[in-house]
């Protein structure tokens, strides 16, 4: 794990908005297929790899947009939307292994974050997805609470 410093930069994609964390589970999985299904529709995925950014919003629900990391800000195609993540701190963790695991990385993000005396924000960003989603390496980023 290490500290680094990211500029602002954008997500184009599909957009997810759910009252709680465990109604992701049944959201997320038919968002993914739009996104892969409309790749096309998108700016080009850097490396080929797609993101998922969430962030915690006020009152305990997620907002998930699941999509292509850019720098600016164009027009999303109808449907999706953009959404700019600040320039910020971020912890970052690169995570190899099966997709259905990064929520244990994430938990060892939230482990060194504690034993370290890192608050952590809420916004996370996930860079390694593939259209099957087979395992392979993500970049996990959290932000750091200023």
Do not use: N
């Amino acid at each position: 794990m290490d500290i680094v410093q990211r500029p602002e930069c954008h997500v184009v994609g599909v957009e997810v908005v759910t009252g709680s964390f465990a109604e992701l589970r049944d959201a997320v999985p038919p968002a993914w297929r739009t996104v892969f299904a409309r790749h096309r529709d998108l700016p080009p995925a850097p490396g080929g790899l797609f993101a998922d950014v969430s962030t915690e919003l006020d009152g305990g629900g997620y907002r998930e947009v699941l999509g292509v990391l850019t720098e600016s800000a164009a027009a999303p195609p109808d449907g999706m939307r953009v959404v700019a993540l600040p320039a910020g701190t971020f912890l970052r963790h690169t995570f190899s292994g099966p997709v259905e695991a990064v929520a244990d990385a994430y938990g060892a993000m939230y482990a060194w974050a504690t034993e370290h005396g890192v608050r952590l924000g809420r916004w996370k960003i996930d860079t390694g997805y593939r259209p099957g989603f087979p395992a392979g390496p993500h970049e996990l980023l959290m932000d750091i609470a200023g």
